[in-house]
């Protein structure tokens, strides 16, 4: 069993940014694939960024990429997702998502798709607008 919450949501500008977190318990993230995705209203939650078991599996989507860092201190157990430069589009609820899956870990490989994660935080919400 994995829990994951989220934190570090909140109204920012166009241009401005934000730090979420995602601190996990149960397992060690470092044994996981571990996942951003959002969900903006009316719109399917979709993938935004991940990470597997080396830095070289780091993921992002189009969208975001170039603007947004995820990145994991193991030793507090916590993921990061470093959202600049901001944009009205960016508006949606962010959740972290944990694919505990063992061949996703032996592979170092970060899926894009919601069905391959087992376990979600409650979500976070992020408004973009001036």
């Known amino acids: 069993q994995v829990q994951l919450v989220e934190s570090g949501g909140g109204l920012v500008q166009p241009g401005g940014s934000l730090r979420l977190s995602c601190a996990a318990s149960?397992?060690?993230?470092?044994?996981?694939?571990i996942g951003w995705f959002r969900q903006a209203p009316g719109k399917e939650r979709e993938f935004a960024a991940g990470v597997g078991r080396t830095t070289s599996s780091i993921s992002y989507s189009e969208s975001v990429k170039g603007r947004f860092t995820i990145s994991r201190d193991s030793a507090k157990n916590t993921m990061y997702l470093q959202m600049n430069s901001l944009k009205p589009e960016d508006t949606a609820v962010y959740y972290c998502?944990?694919?505990?899956?063992?061949?996703?870990?032996?592979?170092?490989?970060?899926?894009?798709?919601?069905?391959?994660?087992?376990?979600w935080g409650q979500g976070t919400q992020v408004t973009v607008s001036s």
């Open positions: 149960g397992d060690s993230f470092s044994r996981n694939i």
């Open positions: 998502a944990a694919d505990t899956r063992f061949t996703s870990y032996l592979r170092d490989f970060v899926s894009r798709n919601r069905n391959d994660y087992n376990y």
